[in-house]
């Protein structure tokens, strides 16, 4: 029972150290963005967040607004 645990924690210990070579070995070293508004290919299909597209359409200015704001009336 122990040596399965022992194995099962050395196991952990390498996979975590192994997906995070590049994060504990170099200088500046990040995990990749997985924020859909920074990956490359995405952004040539024009795909984005949904929090970005949410964040345009409000500074957008509603017309019906501007109509009821202005002295026109």
């Not at 122990?2 to 590049?22: C, E, P, Y």
């Not at 920074?38 to 957008?60: F, H, P, V, W, Y």
Request: charged share 25%; net charge positive.
């Amino acid at each position: 029972m122990l040596k399965m645990l022992l194995l099962g924690i050395v196991i952990l210990f390498i996979a975590i150290l192994l997906m995070g070579v590049r994060v504990f070995f170099t200088r500046k070293g990040e995990f990749a963005s997985m924020h859909i508004g920074e990956c490359k290919a995405l952004r040539d299909r024009g795909i984005q967040c949904a929090t970005s597209q949410d964040d345009e359409m409000n500074r957008k200015e509603n017309p019906i607004e501007n109509l009821l704001k202005s002295e026109n009336l």
